[in-house]
């Protein structure tokens, strides 16, 4: 797959330190869970700044429901163009920007696999989560517009306002502290290689003007055995930890 550049600079590179993953709890939603019921990496965070564009934001709209992300690794398809969200050239670094793919079926996945832990949405291959790139410090709904999506090292809850995401009902997968905020196709582009951002929510889908904001979380099943990742990968022991096979620890 087609690696596209990104703002990376492993001088500003966040540090991590050695945690240990609790898979018995790695698949709960509630938002009333204080994040230290799990044992994580401890991140270092360095904010980045937002982008400048700041286009007229559609009217606010009503808020949206609430329904749960898939337990264990899932896709995250558009309803646009059946593409997923995927980190190009499965890159490990903070601030990569996400973007939309063909979907991957083989070994060479992970790049596409998520999973969430207390609404923060994780990338198997990279470990890191989705991040609205910037800090949310504003109700101002068109200073965010359009700003991109990105992974990023998982921050403390408190100061998570811009990694925390909820789905909705209707598959709008958006920001738990600014609800009209969701995810975004920018331009409905259909091509491999789209950027994904976070756009205020459109009022309504006439003629699927809001296809572009509509997700479809397709959860995934254990790779078959003659096609499992090494026993030492560090990935494949989440991917298998996740899909019930093993609770082998991700860090030792």
């Known amino acids: 797959m087609a690696s596209f550049p990104n703002n990376d600079d492993p001088a500003k590179s966040p540090t991590q330190s050695v945690g240990v993953l609790d898979f018995n709890r790695i698949n709960s939603a509630s938002s ?105 410090t504003t109700d101002d709904l068109a200073q965010f517009a359009e700003t991109r999506i990105i992974q990023y090292t998982r921050k403390s809850r408190v100061d998570a306002h811009n990694q925390r995401f909820g789905l909705s009902p209707e598959g709008y997968i958006y920001c738990l502290a600014h609800p009209n905020l969701v995810f975004d196709v920018r331009g409905h582009n259909e091509s491999d290689g789209a950027t994904l951002i976070i756009y205020p929510r459109k009022s309504d889908d006439k003629g699927g003007a809001a296809k572009n904001q509509r997700w479809i979380c397709e959860p995934v099943s254990s790779p078959p055995q003659e096609h499992a990742p090494p026993e030492r990968s560090r990935t494949s022991s989440l991917r298998r930890a996740l899909t019930g096979s093993s609770l082998r620890d991700l860090i030792s």
């Open 32 to 136: 009333n869970q204080s994040s230290s019921q799990y044992k994580l990496p401890v991140f270092h965070f360095h904010s980045y700044g937002n982008d400048e564009r700041t286009p007229t934001p559609p009217s606010p709209v009503a808020p949206v429901g609430v329904t749960d992300f898939p337990q264990g690794l899932f896709y995250i398809k558009s309803a646009l163009n059946g593409k997923v969200l995927d980190v190009p050239g499965g890159s490990r670094k903070a601030d990569t920007r996400i973007i939309l793919w063909s979907q991957k079926h083989g070994q060479d996945r992970d790049n596409q696999l998520w999973f969430t832990i207390d609404n923060f949405i994780m990338n198997v291959g990279s470990r890191l989560c989705l991040d609205i790139r910037g800090s949310l």
